[in-house]
């Protein structure tokens, strides 16, 4: 299976809200609303947990077998971790966002050996994680 062009197009504008936060934060604070980086910090929790649902949504086909079952709880666990983050004060909440989006890159690593492939997903992955992250890390200097 292909990736359709679509997924990228979707998955790179997901990436507007993560990077629009810290930019109107950097570039003119003094303008940004009250409820600018509140909305930023759930909309980067709510792609975590995003993210580890499609996770479920790749394991699922195979989950009678342990590999499938195996990445249901990986889901799962990705999921509570997302939650746990986001329960954190914001410096440790953001901290350990970066660490649930990097652990849904070894999670999709895995998966892609384990549970079969779809090209291009993986490469778009990485990218999109690099993006998030970096994201992440520029509102932590801020």
């Known amino acids: ?3 359709p062009r679509l997924v990228s197009l979707l998955g790179y504008a997901g990436l507007i809200p993560f990077l629009v936060g810290p930019a109107w934060l950097s570039l003119s604070p003094a303008t ?7 909305a930023w910090f759930v909309w980067v929790g709510m792609i975590a947990s995003f993210m580890a649902g499609t996770f479920w949504g790749f394991a ?11 990445g249901l709880l ?6 509570l971790a997302a939650w746990t983050a986001m329960s954190l004060p914001l410096v440790p909440a953001l901290v350990g966002l970066i660490v649930v989006f990097l652990l849904l890159l070894v999670a999709d690593f895995w998966r892609e050996r384990t549970l079969g492939a779809v090209d291009g997903y993986f490469a778009l992955r990485i990218a999109l994680t690099v993006g998030a992250c970096l994201a992440i890390g520029w509102r932590l200097a801020i």
Request: aromatic share 4%; no cysteine; glycine share 8%.
């Open 1 to 3: 299976m292909k990736l």
């Open 32 to 38: 940004a609303p009250h409820w600018l980086d509140h």
């Open 60 to 70: 699922l086909p195979a989950s009678e077998g342990p590999a499938g079952i195996l």
């Open 74 to 79: 990986v889901s799962m666990a990705l999921m």
